[in-house]
């Protein structure tokens, strides 16, 4: 009993004193959320105009939706629109830094840093290269955008297809908002739709589905010997000290920031993306690579998935300097991929800085993610020239360790099927975005689907509940069938 009575003495000493009401509740990042929520309306709304080619009022209701309280309306609002210069302004000076996005060909729009004016404008990078020549209207799918309609096999229910197609545009929630869908069995569209005020030229984000772009990119160095997997990264960490020899930041791999498994600690992952992770590059004119370098080790590298932009941004970090130069660089994704399989319509966008944010910030549309699909569909040649390895196929399709006691779901920067999902392929891998953009290649099959949306609010969109109502048109046996 007198050990009772001393307990609840000290309680009501620490109480007393003050201690049990030291919990830090104060939001010391306030002003670079609301900062940040500028900068996603300046970049939104500058792509959407200038990349997309959509109009104010098609922003308001869709690129904007998820948006808690833009500013504005289309009708208008504090905000600023240079149609000439193709500049957006988001904001005043009064409280929240003025927010500016600059549109710059063939990257899209690039984001300013909150002290920085339109002056800068002729020192943003830019992408200079030719557009590929021949008129795409005149050039046979895949490598162009004639399509001669085929009847589809017989092997494929026509209704439920049609039926799949209705159950990604037509939601019961509202939340959901399918653009389009293109379906691609054995290199050829079977089913193509688009929603209101989008048609098969309009380019949108693809969020993270950037990743697999840039795991493909990363992937063609490796095959080359330019990169490898499984040695140190070589790269400068943050903050600079006076020797990097003992730094255990030295030991992570190519690999495992590819599998999500850096070690290094999460910022994104803790819900900070958009107060000081990697929301600052995305829409506040940080530095990406800054951001990414400096972030210290908090686990053994490949011991723990975690899924973090950043390192993704690391990888590419990599990527650059193993091509050397900056116009090698900047010149890179068209050159070795873009080009090659006819993805026209596709903007690599950069920092202010000139480094790609290939975690994210990729505009383009339905067909040329179809294209993309393909390439991996079909192990990596296309029009008989190998673009990418079957050895580094097999790699981005498995399942990376630290995902083994939690099913098996992410490759390397691909998800998988998980453990617990039975009713689609296991050979299916996927890509996947922020508002519902994905890219789902099913080998068995010989099938790739592209969903794009504009999702908004907590009803994500399920591309494997899509799979499933796909495959529905295809018979059980189909790859005995096909065997």
């Known amino acids: 009993m007198k050990r009772i009575h001393l307990l609840?003495?000290?309680?009501?000493?620490f109480n007393y004193l003050g201690f049990t009401q030291q919990l830090e509740s104060y939001d010391y990042l306030k002003s670079n959320r609301e900062m940040i929520q500028y900068g996603v309306q300046a970049i939104l709304t500058?792509?959407?105009?200038?990349?997309?080619?959509?109009?104010?009022?098609?922003?308001?209701?869709?690129?904007?939706?998820?948006?808690?309280?833009?500013?504005?309306?289309?009708?208008?609002?504090?905000y600023m629109i240079d149609w000439d210069r193709k500049t957006v302004t988001i904001g005043s000076t009064e409280n929240t830094p003025v927010m500016r996005a600059v549109f710059r060909e063939g990257i899209g729009c690039i984001i300013l840093a909150p002290d920085q004016s339109f002056e800068i404008i002729d020192d943003l990078p830019i992408q200079s290269l030719p557009a590929l020549p021949g008129d795409p209207a005149t050039i046979p799918w895949p490598?162009?955008?004639?399509?001669?309609?085929?009847?589809?096999?017989?092997?494929?229910?026509?209704?439920?297809?049609?039926?799949?197609?209705?159950?990604?545009?037509?939601?019961?929630?509202?939340?959901?908002?399918?653009?389009?869908?293109?379906?691609?069995?054995?290199?050829?569209?079977?089913?193509?739709?688009?929603?209101?005020?989008?048609?098969?030229?309009?380019?949108?984000?693809?969020?993270?589905?950037?990743k697999s772009i840039a795991a493909t990119l990363i992937g063609m160095l490796v095959d080359q010997g330019k990169m490898e997997l499984d040695t140190p990264l070589g790269i400068e960490w943050l903050p600079k000290e006076a020797t990097s020899e003992n730094d255990p930041r030295a030991n992570i791999t190519l690999r495992n920031l590819l599998n999500m498994s850096s070690g290094l600690y999460t910022v994104d992952s803790r819900g900070m993306e958009n107060a000081n992770g990697s929301g600052l590059s995305y829409w506040a004119g940080a530095s990406s690579l800054n951001g990414a370098r400096n972030r210290g080790l908090i686990r053994k590298p490949g011991s723990f998935w975690d899924y973090e932009n950043y390192d993704t941004i690391l990888a590419l970090l990599a990527m650059k300097n193993a091509l050397g130069d900056n116009k090698t660089y900047i010149e890179y994704p068209r050159k070795a991929l873009f080009d090659k399989i006819g993805m026209r319509n596709t903007f690599a966008s950069t920092?202010?800085?000139?480094?790609?944010?290939?975690?994210?910030?990729?505009?383009?549309?339905?067909?040329?993610?179809?294209?993309?699909?393909?390439?991996?569909e079909q192990n990596g040649v296309w029009n008989g020239e190998r673009i990418l390895t079957k050895k580094w196929i097999d790699f981005v399709r498995t399942p990376a360790p630290s995902t083994a006691e939690r099913g098996n779901f992410y490759g390397g920067q691909w998800w998988l099927v998980p453990d617990d999902r039975n009713d689609v392929p296991k050979d299916a891998y996927f890509t996947a975005g922020n508002r519902g953009q994905y890219v789902i290649v099913i080998p068995s099959h010989n099938l790739v689907i592209v969903r794009r949306g504009l999702d908004y609010g907590k009803q994500g969109f399920n591309i494997l509940d899509l799979t499933r109502e796909i495959l529905k048109a295809f018979p059980i046996d189909y790859k005995t069938a096909n065997d």
């Not at 104010?56 to 869709?62: A, F, K, N, S, W």
Request: with cysteine; hydrophobic share 35%.
């Open 8 to 13: 609840v003495a000290l309680l009501l000493c």
């Open 46 to 78: 500058c792509n959407g105009l200038f990349t997309s080619n959509r109009t104010l009022e098609q922003i308001y209701d869709e690129e904007l939706k998820y948006l808690k309280q833009p500013i504005g309306t289309a009708q208008g609002g504090d």
């Open 143 to 210: 490598k162009g955008d004639l399509v001669n309609k085929q009847k589809l096999p017989k092997y494929i229910d026509a209704d439920l297809l049609t039926g799949a197609s209705k159950w990604s545009f037509e939601r019961e929630s509202p939340e959901q908002v399918t653009l389009s869908l293109v379906v691609v069995h054995k290199g050829e569209i079977i089913h193509e739709r688009y929603a209101e005020g989008i048609d098969m030229f309009t380019k949108t984000r693809t969020w993270s589905t950037a």
């Open 351 to 376: 920092d202010r800085f000139g480094d790609f944010i290939f975690s994210s910030q990729v505009y383009t549309n339905a067909r040329d993610l179809a294209r993309f699909g393909l390439l991996y």
